[in-house]
């Protein structure tokens, strides 16, 4: 008898944990789904955040900036364009407030693995969005390139903000480490104001239209227009940053897209 009474009060504890794994595990999955259209409404005001401050329109250092403000902002001055890799052309039938380059890039179908992978990106979309910023008057003040590449210990994304020249560099904003982080005090020093202010009007082509903007410890190169000073403590990282720009103002990269930009293909 008490053989049985013990089997059958262990069966029934089995069955309540099982049933409350499955209660829990129904709670967790619904969670998720409800919530999912807000994560993801999160995540593009966090990238629409940085885009308006690597175009100069607003300092998150300087305070909280709010929802509204930046929704505003963005939507009056920010267009966001498809652009093919290959043709350098604008891509007419892709939103590029929706299109997703690292998912893209995940679609073999849709992608390519890159043959000079300087910045470790694995495969890259054939479709890149670019991001035109227009000033009060309507004008095209600011161009902006979204870059990544492998850094010491993660990938790092960052938004390249270039005048309509496409020479002169008005920004660099890293916004994500994706992986285990970059180190804090040295690969995430990317992020120090002060770092990013060195970039403001440098060059990124020598006069024979060369990419020429160089990452260096070189106090001689650094101080010149092509010159930028890499971070202190973090070759790897520094490396990364010049790897990553190499790449994406590349042939694989925005290259073409830029030589016809260039030659008056944004008008």
Same mark, same amino acid.
Request: proline content about 3%.
């Given at each position: 008898?008490?053989?049985?009474?013990?089997?059958?009060?262990?069966?029934?504890?089995?069955?309540?944990?099982?049933?409350?794994?499955?209660?829990?595990?129904?709670? +967790?999955?619904?969670?998720?789904?409800?919530?999912?259209?807000?994560?993801?409404?999160?995540?593009?005001?966090?990238?629409?955040?940085?885009?308006?401050?690597?175009?100069?329109?607003?300092?998150?250092?300087?305070?909280? #900036?709010?929802?509204?403000?930046?929704?505003?902002?963005?939507?009056?001055? *920010?267009?966001?364009?498809?652009?093919?890799?290959?043709?350098?052309?604008?891509?007419?039938?892709?939103?590029?407030?929706?299109?997703?380059? =690292?998912?893209?890039?995940?679609?073999?179908? +849709?992608?390519?693995?890159?043959?000079?992978?300087?910045?470790? #990106?694995?495969?890259?979309?054939?479709?890149?969005?670019?991001?035109? +910023?227009?000033?009060?008057?309507?004008?095209? %003040?600011?161009?902006?390139?979204?870059?990544? $590449?492998?850094?010491?210990?993660?990938?790092?994304?960052?938004?390249?903000? *270039?005048?309509?020249? !496409? @020479?002169?560099?008005? @920004?660099? #904003?890293?916004?994500?480490?994706? /992986?285990? /982080?970059?180190?804090?005090?040295?690969? /995430?020093? *990317?992020?120090?104001?002060?770092?990013?202010?060195?970039?403001?009007?440098?060059?990124?082509?020598?006069?024979?239209?060369?990419?020429?903007?160089? #990452?260096?410890?070189?106090? *001689?190169?650094?101080?010149?227009?092509?010159?930028?000073?890499?971070?202190?403590?973090?070759?790897?990282?520094? %490396?990364?940053?010049?790897?990553?720009? =190499? !790449?994406?103002? $590349?042939?694989?990269?925005?290259?073409? !897209?830029?030589?016809?930009?260039?030659?008056?293909?944004?008008?």
């Amino acid at each position: 008898m008490a053989n049985a009474a013990n089997k059958d009060s262990f069966g029934r504890t089995l069955f309540i944990v099982v049933g409350l794994c499955l209660i829990c595990s129904v709670l +967790v999955s619904a969670a998720a789904v409800i919530l999912k259209p807000t994560q993801e409404q999160n995540k593009l005001l966090d990238k629409q955040k940085y885009i308006l401050e690597a175009a100069n329109l607003i300092n998150t250092r300087e305070g909280k #900036v709010s929802k509204e403000k930046i929704l505003e902002l963005y939507n009056q001055r *920010v267009e966001a364009k498809v652009v093919n890799l290959a043709s350098g052309d604008f891509v007419a039938d892709i939103d590029g407030n929706t299109f997703e380059m =690292d998912k893209a890039a995940r679609d073999l179908s +849709v992608s390519f693995k890159p043959k000079n992978d300087i910045a470790s #990106v694995k495969r890259v979309a054939n479709n890149a969005v670019i991001y035109l +910023v227009r000033n009060e008057q309507d004008q095209l %003040n600011t161009v902006i390139l979204p870059i990544k $590449g492998y850094g010491l210990w993660s990938t790092m994304y960052a938004f390249l903000a *270039v005048k309509p020249d !496409f @020479n002169t560099i008005e @920004n660099l #904003v890293y916004y994500d480490f994706t /992986g285990s /982080g970059e180190t804090p005090g040295l690969g /995430g020093e *990317v992020q120090n104001p002060k770092w990013i202010a060195k970039w403001k009007n440098k060059k990124l082509y020598d006069a024979q239209g060369n990419l020429a903007i160089k #990452v260096t410890k070189n106090p *001689v190169i650094a101080s010149s227009e092509h010159g930028v000073d890499a971070l202190s403590g973090a070759t790897l990282t520094s %490396n990364g940053v010049q790897h990553s720009i =190499d !790449f994406w103002l $590349g042939n694989e990269g925005f290259a073409r !897209f830029i030589d016809k930009a260039r030659d008056g293909g944004l008008n």
